[in-house]
């Protein structure tokens, strides 16, 4: 299998893919008047703002995130999609973490797992979804996480 160097957050960064063109960033401005002061696209190691977007995860198990807040051109104050990647301390701190994901059963968002980094996109646009998840799976040769559901 071939190895990815991977760089964060540089290597997760979507950039200017064919398949944005109808996305912008949404503005801090929008992000601002809905509670959240944060910059888009914006890395931390703050554990408040790891907080927002960890889906309950544990944050003292995470090392930094980065984050990327999308809203279509048409509709520009409306979250059209997100994509975080957690960077955890360990490989084995992600897989125990990963639990939460398999106790919920969750397939929305979806869950790519890379070395000790966990991709969340959150998308229902099919084809958007398709063509990010198919970004991360040949870019960083992300996994797509299939939750287990726990009997």
């Known amino acids: ?3 990815y160097k991977l760089e964060f957050p540089t290597s997760f960064i979507l950039g200017k893919q064919d398949f944005l063109k109808s996305q912008i960033f949404i503005s801090k401005k929008t992000l601002l008047e809905n509670g959240y002061s944060i910059s ?3 890395k931390t190691n703050e554990k408040e ?3 927002l977007f960890s889906e309950g995860f ?3 198990d995470i090392n930094q995130i980065y984050y990327e807040i999308y809203a279509n051109k048409l509709s520009a104050t409306q979250e059209s999609f997100y994509t975080v990647v ?3 301390n360990s490989e084995e701190k992600l897989n125990i973490n990963m639990r939460i994901v398999d106790e919920a059963g969750l ?3 979806s869950y790519f797992t890379t070395d000790k980094y966990l991709i969340i996109i959150g998308c229902e646009d099919r084809n958007l979804l398709e063509n990010i998840s198919n970004f991360y799976t040949e870019k960083v040769g992300a996994q797509y996480y299939y939750p287990k559901k726990q009997q």
């Open 49 to 51: 703002k790891i907080a």
């Open 107 to 109: 397939y929305y968002p």
């Open 40 to 42: 888009n696209p914006g």
């Open 58 to 60: 544990n944050t003292d």
């Open 86 to 88: 957690l960077e955890f």
């Open 1 to 3: 299998m071939e190895h």
